[in-house]
C-alpha cells in the first residue's frame, strides 16, 4: 500500500509540475503566436508553416524512436538494471545520429526539390521560403540529437526540470517575437535563424543537465545488436504511426496549401496552435502517468497498471472536456479577441479539431498500455492504414471540390475508428475487458458529457453573442462540467483521496504561516 501511496504522490507531484509548466507555456505561446501573425503577415505565417512542414515530413524515421527510447528506458529503470540502461541509451543515440545523416540527405535533395517546385509560394518570397527551409532542416537536426536526452529525463521522472526548461524554452520564442516585431528587413528570414538560435539553446541545456545527472547519458561508442533488433523491432512498427502521422499533419498542410493557398495555411495553423493549447492539459497528465503504467506492466502488476488505465481515460477526458465545451461554442469570440478580425474558415478549423482533440484524449492512456507490453504490431499496422486513408481521402474530396475544412471531417471519424481499434487490441494484449473499461471508463465519460453540457448549450441557444455570453458560458460550463465530474465522473475512493489531500495540503499552508508568525 505505501508503494502504491508513492507513486500515487509521484504522479500527482510530475502532474502538477508538468501542468505549472503547460499554464505558462500555453500563455506566452499564445500570446507570442498574436506578434508573430502580426509581424509576419497571413500569406508570411502560412509559408513558414507548410514550408518547414515539409522538413517534418523526413523527420518520422528519427521521431519513431522517440517513444521507443522512453519506453525502453522506463522499463529498465523499473527493472533496476543500470548497467541495461546505459546499453540502451548509448545505442539509441547512435541510431540517432545515423538517422540524423539520412534526413539530412533526403531534405537537401527530394524535400528542397519539392518545395522549389510543388509548392504554393509567391515569386517574390521564394529566396525566404529557401532560408526558412534550410533552417529549419538544421533546427529538426538539433532537436533530433536531443530526444534520447529528453527521454531519459521523463523516463526519471525528472518533471521539474522539465517544466522549468519548457517555460524557459517559450520565454525565448517571446523574445524572438520581440526581436521580430521591432527590426527592419525581411522578417520571415530573421525568423528562420531566430528560432534556430533559441532552438540550439534549448537542446544544450537538455544535454548539459542528462551529462552532469545521469552517468548512463556520457554515451561513448558502444554497439549491441541484440539491442539495436530490440529497438528497431519496436521502433519498426512505429515507423507506420510516424508514417501516418506524417501524412495526417504535414502532408494534408501541404495538399492545402496546393489547393487553397498560404492564406489557409495559416487557418489551419492558427486552429492547431488552439489544439495545441487544449491539448497541453492532456500531454501534460498523460507524460506524468505514462512511466509508471510501463513500471507496473515491467514489474507484472497487471491490475495496478489496468487500474491506472482506466482512471487516466477518464481524468485525460475530464481535463479535456472542461475547456472544450466553452471553446467550442465560442470559438468565434475567443479567436477575434486573440487575434483580431478571423475568417470562418478559422473558427470551423479550430471547432472541428478541438472535436477530433476530444476524441484523441480518451485513446491516449489506451497506447501508453500497448506501448508497455512491448507489442505494438498490429496496433500500428491497422490504425496506421486508417490514418493515412486520411490523405488520399481528402485529395479526393478536394478534387471533387469540397471545401478545406471537409479534411477534419474525415480526421474524426478515423480518430474514432482508431479508438475503437486500440480498444479490441488492448483486451486481447492484456487483462483488459470490455466490461470493466465500459463500467470503470466509458460510463463515466457518457454521464459527464450528458448532463455537463446541458446548462452551457441552453445558455448558447438563448443569448446573443458577445462579453455577456462569453462569460456566462465561461462560468456556467465550468460549474456545470466540473459538478458532474465530481458527482457523477469520480468513484468514492478518488473524492476521499482528493479531500484529503486538499485538507492536508490546507493544514501544511496554516502550519507554515504560524511558524512565520
Same mark, same amino acid.
Given at each position: 500500500?505505501?508503494?502504491?501511496?508513492?507513486?500515487?504522490?509521484?504522479?500527482?507531484?510530475?502532474?502538477?509540475?508538468?501542468?505549472?509548466?503547460?499554464?505558462?507555456?500555453?500563455?506566452?505561446?499564445?500570446?507570442?503566436?498574436?506578434?508573430?501573425?502580426?509581424?509576419?503577415?497571413?500569406?508570411?505565417?502560412?509559408?513558414?508553416?507548410?514550408?518547414?512542414?515539409?522538413? @517534418?515530413?523526413?523527420?518520422?524515421?528519427?521521431?519513431?524512436?522517440?517513444?521507443?527510447?522512453?519506453?525502453?528506458? @522506463?522499463?529498465?529503470?523499473?527493472?533496476?538494471?543500470?548497467?541495461?540502461?546505459?546499453?540502451?541509451?548509448?545505442?539509441?543515440?547512435?541510431?540517432?545520429?545515423?538517422? !540524423?545523416?539520412?534526413?539530412?540527405?533526403?531534405?537537401?535533395?527530394?524535400?528542397?526539390?519539392?518545395?522549389?517546385?510543388?509548392?504554393?509560394?509567391?515569386?517574390?518570397?521564394?529566396?525566404?521560403?529557401?532560408?526558412?527551409?534550410?533552417?529549419?532542416?538544421?533546427?529538426?537536426?538539433?532537436?533530433?540529437?536531443?530526444?534520447?536526452?529528453?527521454?531519459?529525463?521523463? &523516463?526519471?521522472?525528472?518533471?521539474?526540470? *522539465?517544466?522549468?526548461?519548457?517555460?524557459?524554452?517559450?520565454?525565448? #520564442?517571446?523574445?524572438?517575437?520581440?526581436?521580430?516585431?521591432?527590426?527592419?528587413?525581411?522578417?520571415?528570414?530573421?525568423?528562420?535563424?531566430?528560432?534556430?538560435? @533559441?532552438?540550439?539553446?534549448?537542446?544544450?541545456? *537538455?544535454?548539459?543537465?542528462?551529462?552532469?545527472?545521469?552517468?548512463?547519458?556520457?554515451?561513448?561508442?558502444?554497439?549491441?545488436?541484440?539491442?539495436?533488433?530490440?529497438?528497431?523491432?519496436?521502433?519498426?512498427? +512505429?515507423?507506420?504511426?510516424?508514417?501516418?502521422?506524417?501524412? /495526417?499533419?504535414?502532408?494534408?498542410?501541404?495538399?492545402?496549401?496546393?489547393?487553397?493557398?498560404?492564406?489557409?495555411?495559416?487557418?489551419? &495553423?492558427?486552429?492547431?496552435?488552439?489544439?495545441?493549447?487544449?491539448?497541453?492539459?492532456?500531454?501534460?497528465?498523460?507524460?506524468? $502517468?505514462?512511466?509508471?503504467?510501463?513500471? *507496473?506492466?515491467?514489474?507484472?502488476?497487471? %491490475?495496478? !497498471?489496468?487500474?491506472?488505465?482506466? /482512471?487516466?481515460?477518464?481524468?485525460?477526458?475530464?481535463?479535456?472536456?472542461?475547456?472544450?465545451?466553452?471553446?467550442?461554442?465560442?470559438?468565434?469570440?475567443?479567436?477575434?479577441? =486573440?487575434?483580431? %478580425?478571423?475568417?470562418?474558415?478559422?473558427?470551423?478549423?479550430?471547432?472541428?479539431?478541438?472535436?477530433?482533440?476530444?476524441?484523441?484524449?480518451?485513446?491516449?492512456?489506451?497506447?501508453?498500455?500497448?506501448?508497455?507490453?512491448?507489442?505494438?504490431? *498490429?496496433?500500428?499496422?491497422?490504425?496506421?492504414?486508417?490514418?493515412?486513408?486520411?490523405?488520399? $481521402?481528402? =485529395?479526393?474530396?478536394?478534387?471533387?471540390?469540397?471545401?478545406?475544412?471537409?479534411?477534419?471531417?474525415?480526421?474524426?471519424?478515423?480518430?474514432?475508428?482508431?479508438?475503437?481499434?486500440?480498444?479490441?487490441?488492448?483486451? /486481447?494484449?492484456?487483462?483488459?475487458?470490455?466490461?470493466?473499461?465500459?463500467?470503470?471508463?466509458?460510463?463515466?465519460?457518457?454521464?459527464?458529457?450528458?448532463?455537463?453540457?446541458?446548462?452551457?448549450?441552453?445558455?448558447?441557444?438563448?443569448? @446573443?453573442?458577445?462579453?455577456?455570453?462569453?462569460? +456566462?458560458?465561461?462560468?456556467? +460550463?465550468?460549474?456545470?462540467?466540473?459538478?458532474?465530474? =465530481?458527482?457523477?465522473?469520480?468513484?468514492?475512493?478518488?473524492?476521499?483521496?482528493? #479531500?484529503?489531500?486538499?485538507?492536508?495540503?490546507?493544514?501544511?499552508?496554516?502550519?507554515? %504561516? /504560524?511558524?512565520?508568525?
Amino acid at each position: 500500500m505505501n508503494e502504491v501511496a508513492n507513486n500515487n504522490k509521484r504522479i500527482a507531484k510530475n502532474t502538477l509540475f508538468m501542468y505549472i509548466r503547460l499554464m505558462l507555456v500555453l500563455c506566452i505561446n499564445l500570446f507570442t503566436v498574436r506578434i508573430v501573425l502580426q509581424a509576419l503577415g497571413e500569406v508570411d505565417y502560412g509559408l513558414n508553416n507548410v514550408v518547414g512542414g515539409v522538413v @517534418s515530413m523526413f523527420s518520422f524515421i528519427s521521431t519513431t524512436l522517440a517513444g521507443a527510447s522512453m519506453r525502453f528506458f @522506463s522499463f529498465e529503470i523499473g527493472k533496476k538494471d543500470q548497467e541495461g540502461l546505459k546499453k540502451y541509451f548509448a545505442v539509441t543515440f547512435w541510431c540517432y545520429v545515423f538517422l !540524423c545523416l539520412i534526413i539530412v540527405i533526403l531534405a537537401e535533395t527530394i524535400g528542397l526539390w519539392f518545395v522549389a517546385n510543388k509548392l504554393v509560394i509567391p515569386a517574390d518570397r521564394m529566396t525566404a521560403a529557401m532560408w526558412v527551409y534550410q533552417f529549419s532542416i538544421l533546427g529538426s537536426v538539433l532537436s533530433f540529437l536531443t530526444i534520447p536526452f529528453n527521454s531519459l529525463i521523463l &523516463a526519471h521522472e525528472k518533471m521539474d526540470f *522539465y517544466a522549468y526548461l519548457g517555460i524557459a524554452e517559450v520565454v525565448l #520564442k517571446l523574445l524572438v517575437a520581440y526581436l521580430l516585431f521591432v527590426s527592419d528587413g525581411d522578417r520571415l528570414i530573421l525568423y528562420a535563424i531566430l528560432m534556430f538560435l @533559441s532552438s540550439g539553446v534549448v537542446s544544450s541545456i *537538455y544535454i548539459g543537465y542528462d551529462l552532469i545527472h545521469y552517468s548512463e547519458s556520457r554515451v561513448k561508442w558502444f554497439w549491441n545488436k541484440a539491442i539495436f533488433k530490440s529497438v528497431f523491432s519496436y521502433s519498426g512498427w +512505429s515507423l507506420f504511426g510516424a508514417v501516418s502521422l506524417v501524412f /495526417r499533419s504535414q502532408g494534408i498542410n501541404i495538399l492545402i496549401n496546393m489547393f487553397f493557398g498560404p492564406v489557409y495555411n495559416t487557418a489551419r &495553423a492558427i486552429a492547431y496552435q488552439v489544439n495545441n493549447a487544449v491539448n497541453t492539459f492532456v500531454t501534460g497528465f498523460s507524460q506524468a $502517468v505514462k512511466p509508471q503504467q510501463t513500471k *507496473y506492466y515491467a514489474a507484472e502488476d497487471y %491490475d495496478m !497498471c489496468m487500474a491506472l488505465t482506466y /482512471r487516466a481515460t477518464r481524468m485525460c477526458y475530464y481535463l479535456i472536456f472542461v475547456l472544450s465545451v466553452p471553446l467550442i461554442m465560442e470559438a468565434g469570440f475567443v479567436l477575434n479577441l =486573440w487575434l483580431g %478580425d478571423v475568417s470562418d474558415v478559422t473558427v470551423l478549423f479550430t471547432q472541428l479539431v478541438i472535436l477530433v482533440s476530444v476524441v484523441e484524449a480518451i485513446t491516449t492512456p489506451l497506447k501508453g498500455l500497448i506501448s508497455s507490453t512491448g507489442i505494438i504490431k *498490429y496496433n500500428q499496422i491497422i490504425n496506421s492504414v486508417i490514418l493515412i486513408a486520411i490523405f488520399p $481521402v481528402s =485529395w479526393l474530396l478536394f478534387k471533387l471540390g469540397f471545401p478545406a475544412y471537409t479534411t477534419m471531417l474525415v480526421s474524426l471519424i478515423a480518430s474514432i475508428l482508431c479508438h475503437i481499434v486500440r480498444v479490441i487490441i488492448c483486451i /486481447r494484449l492484456t487483462t483488459m475487458t470490455m466490461r470493466n473499461y465500459t463500467y470503470d471508463a466509458l460510463l463515466p465519460i457518457l454521464k459527464v458529457t450528458l448532463i455537463g453540457i446541458i446548462p452551457p448549450v441552453a445558455l448558447f441557444c438563448s443569448m @446573443s453573442d458577445g462579453w455577456i455570453r462569453f462569460i +456566462s458560458i465561461l462560468f456556467v +460550463s465550468l460549474v456545470s462540467s466540473v459538478g458532474t465530474i =465530481w458527482f457523477l465522473g469520480l468513484t468514492q475512493s478518488e473524492r476521499i483521496y482528493i #479531500k484529503n489531500a486538499t485538507v492536508n495540503k490546507l493544514a501544511f499552508i496554516k502550519r507554515h %504561516d /504560524r511558524n512565520k508568525q
